[in-house]
Protein backbone atom coordinates (compact mmCIF):
# COMPACT_ATOMS: atom_id res chain seq x y z
CA UNK A 1 0.00 0.00 0.00
CA UNK A 2 1.04 3.94 -1.02
CA UNK A 3 3.08 4.90 2.19
CA UNK A 4 0.63 8.31 1.39
CA UNK A 5 -2.70 7.86 2.61
CA UNK A 6 -5.75 9.44 1.31
CA UNK A 7 -8.39 11.75 2.61
CA UNK A 8 -10.90 9.02 3.84
CA UNK A 9 -7.75 7.52 5.45
CA UNK A 10 -6.52 10.40 7.12
CA UNK A 11 -10.23 11.39 8.79
CA UNK A 12 -9.99 7.99 10.11
CA UNK A 13 -6.73 8.05 11.54
CA UNK A 14 -7.71 11.64 13.06
CA UNK A 15 -10.54 9.40 15.02
CA UNK A 16 -8.62 6.40 15.58
CA UNK A 17 -6.29 8.51 17.02
CA UNK A 18 -8.48 10.66 19.15
CA UNK A 19 -9.33 7.74 20.75
CA UNK A 20 -6.00 5.84 21.43
CA UNK A 21 -4.62 9.33 22.80
CA UNK A 22 -8.00 9.31 25.52
CA UNK A 23 -7.34 5.50 26.03
CA UNK A 24 -3.31 6.27 26.84
CA UNK A 25 -4.70 9.03 29.56
CA UNK A 26 -7.22 6.35 30.98
CA UNK A 27 -3.78 4.48 31.02
CA UNK A 28 -1.95 6.48 32.76
CA UNK A 29 -4.28 7.49 35.25
CA UNK A 30 -5.62 4.04 36.64
CA UNK A 31 -1.99 2.43 36.75
CA UNK A 32 -1.29 2.62 40.86
CA UNK A 33 0.69 0.54 43.15
CA UNK A 34 -1.11 -2.80 43.84
CA UNK A 35 -2.30 -2.89 40.14
CA UNK A 36 -0.91 -5.63 38.49
CA UNK A 37 0.29 -5.35 35.01
CA UNK A 38 -2.74 -8.07 33.79
CA UNK A 39 -5.37 -6.44 35.55
CA UNK A 40 -3.49 -3.63 33.63
CA UNK A 41 -3.62 -4.81 30.11
CA UNK A 42 -7.37 -6.06 30.97
CA UNK A 43 -8.63 -2.45 31.53
CA UNK A 44 -7.18 -1.02 28.17
CA UNK A 45 -8.09 -4.21 26.17
CA UNK A 46 -11.75 -3.77 27.45
CA UNK A 47 -11.95 0.36 27.05
CA UNK A 48 -10.10 -0.29 23.53
CA UNK A 49 -13.59 -2.89 22.32
CA UNK A 50 -15.47 -0.47 24.08
CA UNK A 51 -14.48 2.54 21.40
CA UNK A 52 -15.23 0.18 18.94
CA UNK A 53 -11.75 -0.76 17.94
CA UNK A 54 -9.57 -3.71 17.76
CA UNK A 55 -5.75 -3.87 19.82
CA UNK A 56 -3.80 -3.78 17.27
CA UNK A 57 -0.84 -6.31 18.95
CA UNK A 58 -3.12 -8.63 20.48
CA UNK A 59 -2.07 -11.74 18.49
CA UNK A 60 0.67 -9.43 15.82
CA UNK A 61 3.52 -12.51 15.43
CA UNK A 62 1.84 -14.31 18.16
CA UNK A 63 2.42 -11.39 21.32
CA UNK A 64 -0.24 -12.36 23.99
CA UNK A 65 -1.94 -9.74 24.72
CA UNK A 66 -3.57 -6.01 23.53
CA UNK A 67 -0.79 -3.53 26.20
CA UNK A 68 2.88 -3.88 25.70
CA UNK A 69 3.78 -3.04 29.51
CA UNK A 70 7.64 -2.48 30.61
CA UNK A 71 8.66 -1.64 33.93
CA UNK A 72 11.96 0.03 35.09
CA UNK A 73 14.94 -1.39 33.08
CA UNK A 74 12.76 -3.26 30.46
CA UNK A 75 12.57 -0.74 26.87
CA UNK A 76 9.77 -2.13 25.29
CA UNK A 77 7.39 -5.10 24.24
CA UNK A 78 6.81 -5.98 28.12
CA UNK A 79 4.25 -8.89 28.21
CA UNK A 80 1.75 -8.08 31.49
CA UNK A 81 1.87 -10.65 34.18
CA UNK A 82 0.80 -10.84 37.16
CA UNK A 83 3.70 -8.01 38.87
CA UNK A 84 2.18 -5.54 40.89
CA UNK A 85 3.44 -2.42 40.26
CA UNK A 86 5.26 -0.26 43.15
CA UNK A 87 5.85 2.53 44.38
CA UNK A 88 8.91 4.58 42.46
CA UNK A 89 8.17 2.12 39.37
CA UNK A 90 8.30 3.75 35.94
CA UNK A 91 6.00 1.81 33.48
CA UNK A 92 5.37 1.93 29.50
CA UNK A 93 2.10 1.73 28.43
CA UNK A 94 2.33 1.23 24.52
CA UNK A 95 -0.79 0.82 22.52
CA UNK A 96 -2.00 0.14 18.64
CA UNK A 97 -5.32 0.10 17.65
CA UNK A 98 -7.34 -0.47 14.64
CA UNK A 99 -10.39 1.36 13.85
CA UNK A 100 -12.37 0.68 10.19
CA UNK A 101 -9.23 -0.44 8.68
CA UNK A 102 -6.35 2.13 9.46
CA UNK A 103 -4.14 1.42 13.04
CA UNK A 104 -2.61 4.26 14.88
CA UNK A 105 0.39 3.65 17.61
CA UNK A 106 1.27 5.72 20.89
CA UNK A 107 3.01 5.01 24.17
CA UNK A 108 4.22 6.93 27.51
CA UNK A 109 6.14 6.51 29.88
CA UNK A 110 4.32 6.95 33.50
CA UNK A 111 5.06 7.49 36.86
CA UNK A 112 3.72 5.04 39.82
CA UNK A 113 3.80 6.91 42.87
CA UNK A 114 6.49 8.96 43.75
CA UNK A 115 9.98 7.95 41.66
CA UNK A 116 13.16 9.73 42.02
CA UNK A 117 15.05 12.29 40.52
CA UNK A 118 16.91 10.11 37.92
CA UNK A 119 13.70 8.72 36.70
CA UNK A 120 11.82 11.82 36.46
CA UNK A 121 14.86 13.27 34.81
CA UNK A 122 14.45 9.92 32.50
CA UNK A 123 10.77 10.65 31.36
CA UNK A 124 11.22 14.37 31.09
CA UNK A 125 13.71 14.25 29.33
CA UNK A 126 12.30 11.98 26.65
CA UNK A 127 9.03 13.54 26.31
CA UNK A 128 11.33 16.67 25.45
CA UNK A 129 13.24 14.42 22.35
CA UNK A 130 9.88 13.39 21.23
CA UNK A 131 8.27 17.12 21.00
CA UNK A 132 11.78 17.89 19.04
CA UNK A 133 11.60 14.94 16.75
CA UNK A 134 7.56 15.87 15.67
CA UNK A 135 8.62 19.85 15.87
CA UNK A 136 11.38 18.68 12.88
CA UNK A 137 8.40 17.26 10.52
CA UNK A 138 8.06 19.18 7.89
CA UNK A 139 7.82 18.20 4.30
CA UNK A 140 10.15 17.92 2.01
CA UNK A 141 12.87 17.39 4.84
CA UNK A 142 14.56 13.79 4.96
CA UNK A 143 13.91 11.16 7.82
CA UNK A 144 16.80 11.97 9.32
CA UNK A 145 15.51 15.31 10.50
CA UNK A 146 13.57 13.59 12.60
CA UNK A 147 16.36 11.20 13.94
CA UNK A 148 19.09 13.87 14.45
CA UNK A 149 16.70 16.07 16.42
CA UNK A 150 15.87 13.03 18.67
CA UNK A 151 20.02 11.94 19.75
CA UNK A 152 20.61 15.91 20.02
CA UNK A 153 18.52 16.22 23.05
CA UNK A 154 19.21 12.93 23.84
CA UNK A 155 22.78 13.70 24.31
CA UNK A 156 22.39 16.82 25.58
CA UNK A 157 21.07 15.48 28.91
CA UNK A 158 23.35 12.43 28.76
CA UNK A 159 20.87 9.60 28.11
CA UNK A 160 22.11 6.15 26.14
CA UNK A 161 19.75 6.31 22.86
CA UNK A 162 18.25 2.43 21.90
CA UNK A 163 19.56 2.01 18.65
CA UNK A 164 18.27 -1.46 17.55
CA UNK A 165 14.83 0.08 18.10
CA UNK A 166 12.88 2.44 15.56
CA UNK A 167 9.77 4.56 14.81
CA UNK A 168 8.25 3.42 11.60
CA UNK A 169 5.41 4.30 9.38
CA UNK A 170 1.84 3.22 10.32
CA UNK A 171 -1.93 3.46 9.20
CA UNK A 172 -2.02 0.73 6.90
CA UNK A 173 -0.23 -1.78 8.53
CA UNK A 174 1.75 -1.49 12.47
CA UNK A 175 4.92 -1.27 10.71
CA UNK A 176 5.30 0.29 7.84
CA UNK A 177 8.38 1.95 5.72
CA UNK A 178 10.31 4.44 6.52
CA UNK A 179 12.22 3.37 9.09
CA UNK A 180 13.08 6.26 11.41
CA UNK A 181 15.70 5.55 14.03
CA UNK A 182 16.16 7.68 17.19
CA UNK A 183 20.03 8.72 15.80
CA UNK A 184 21.58 9.92 12.61
CA UNK A 185 22.17 13.20 10.04
CA UNK A 186 19.30 15.26 8.86
CA UNK A 187 20.72 14.28 5.55
CA UNK A 188 19.74 10.55 6.03
CA UNK A 189 16.49 8.60 4.57
CA UNK A 190 13.34 9.38 2.27
CA UNK A 191 11.94 12.70 1.81
CA UNK A 192 8.93 13.16 4.00
CA UNK A 193 5.91 13.95 1.88
CA UNK A 194 2.74 15.23 3.04
CA UNK A 195 -0.27 12.46 3.83
CA UNK A 196 2.30 9.88 5.05
CA UNK A 197 1.57 9.10 8.92
CA UNK A 198 4.84 8.51 11.16
CA UNK A 199 5.53 6.50 14.40
CA UNK A 200 7.69 8.92 15.88
CA UNK A 201 8.65 7.08 19.40
CA UNK A 202 12.65 8.24 21.27
CA UNK A 203 13.50 5.17 23.92
CA UNK A 204 16.32 6.34 25.89
CA UNK A 205 17.93 4.89 28.74
CA UNK A 206 19.99 6.35 31.91
CA UNK A 207 23.04 4.06 30.85
CA UNK A 208 23.90 2.45 27.84
CA UNK A 209 22.00 1.93 24.29
CA UNK A 210 22.62 -1.59 23.99
CA UNK A 211 19.64 -4.08 25.19
CA UNK A 212 18.92 -7.63 25.42
CA UNK A 213 15.60 -9.63 24.99
CA UNK A 214 13.88 -11.69 28.12
CA UNK A 215 13.13 -15.55 27.82
CA UNK A 216 9.62 -14.44 26.98
CA UNK A 217 11.23 -13.95 23.39
CA UNK A 218 9.68 -10.44 23.54
CA UNK A 219 10.97 -8.39 26.60
CA UNK A 220 13.05 -5.74 25.31
CA UNK A 221 15.38 -4.60 28.39
CA UNK A 222 18.63 -2.63 28.86
CA UNK A 223 21.56 -4.71 29.00
CA UNK A 224 23.19 -2.70 31.80
CA UNK A 225 19.88 -2.86 34.00
CA UNK A 226 19.61 0.84 33.28
CA UNK A 227 16.21 2.62 33.64
CA UNK A 228 14.66 3.20 30.33
CA UNK A 229 11.59 5.47 28.87
CA UNK A 230 9.63 5.37 25.91
CA UNK A 231 7.23 7.97 24.52
CA UNK A 232 5.30 8.02 21.00
CA UNK A 233 2.91 9.54 19.10
CA UNK A 234 1.14 8.90 15.87
CA UNK A 235 2.31 12.37 13.47
CA UNK A 236 0.79 13.02 9.74
CA UNK A 237 3.01 15.45 7.55
CA UNK A 238 1.16 17.66 6.52
CA UNK A 239 1.36 20.31 3.71
CA UNK A 240 2.66 22.93 5.90
CA UNK A 241 4.31 20.90 8.49
CA UNK A 242 2.42 18.30 11.11
CA UNK A 243 -0.36 17.12 13.24
CA UNK A 244 -0.46 14.89 15.75
CA UNK A 245 -2.64 12.37 15.73
CA UNK A 246 -2.63 10.76 18.95
CA UNK A 247 -2.41 14.00 21.36
Known amino acids: MSLIKSPTDIALLRIAGKKLGAILRLGEAEAKAGMTLLELDTLLHARITAEGCKPSFLGYDGFPNAACLSVNAQVVHGI ?6 KEGDILGIDLGLWYEGVCVDAAR ?5 TIGKEASDLLAHTQEALAAGIKAVKPFRRV ?4 AAVQERAEHYGHGIVRSLTGHGVGHKIHEDPEIPNYGHSSDGIL ?21 TEDDGWTVTTADGSLSAQFE ?3 LVTQRGHEILTA
Open 80 to 85: PSDYAL
Open 109 to 113: TVAIG
Open 144 to 147: GAIS
Open 192 to 212: LRPGMVLAIEPMLTTGGGEVL
Open 233 to 235: HTV
